[in-house]
């Protein structure tokens, strides 16, 4: 009724709930993306037979919430310039996926 697994170096436990419990957005696994590419890729697979949801968020098709979110957000967000980062904010609340050249395209102010 359990198993253990480990990714990246990183040991988790799943416990078989039952019927009685489900997954929902309270817990999520957060994936930080180096590229587009891997943004694209692993969004791409998770959806399949799941639904996007905004900000990078999606729910895959056994019902569990995954953040997929590359890395220049974070790295955006956390510019001194208030300005720069508000604009990436409202930019990145805007989307699904999230896609690194409309973050930088915002940032630049363009």
Same mark, same amino acid.
């Given at each position: 009724?359990?198993? =253990?697994?480990?990714?990246? !170096? ?8 039952? +019927? @009685?419990?489900?997954? =929902? +957005?309270?817990?999520?696994?957060? @994936?930080?993306?180096? =590229?587009?590419?891997? @943004? ?15 900000? !990078?968020?999606?729910v895959d098709k056994f !019902?569990l919430s995954w953040q997929?979110? +590359? =890395? ?8 001194p310039d208030p300005m ?27």
């Amino acid at each position: 009724m359990s198993a =253990t697994f480990e990714l990246e !170096g990183q040991q988790f436990m799943a416990l078989n709930g039952g +019927p @009685v419990y489900h997954f =929902t +957005p309270a817990i999520s696994l957060f @994936v930080n993306c180096a =590229t587009q590419a891997e @943004v694209d890729e692993l969004w791409d697979k998770l959806c399949a037979g799941g639904k996007p949801e905004r900000c !990078g968020w999606l729910v895959d098709k056994f !019902g569990l919430s995954w953040q997929i979110i +590359p =890395t220049a957000l974070g790295e955006l967000l956390q510019d001194p310039d208030p300005m720069k980062s508000q604009r990436v904010m409202y930019a990145m609340l805007q989307m699904d996926k999230i896609e690194v050249d409309k973050l930088q395209q915002a940032y630049a102010g363009e």
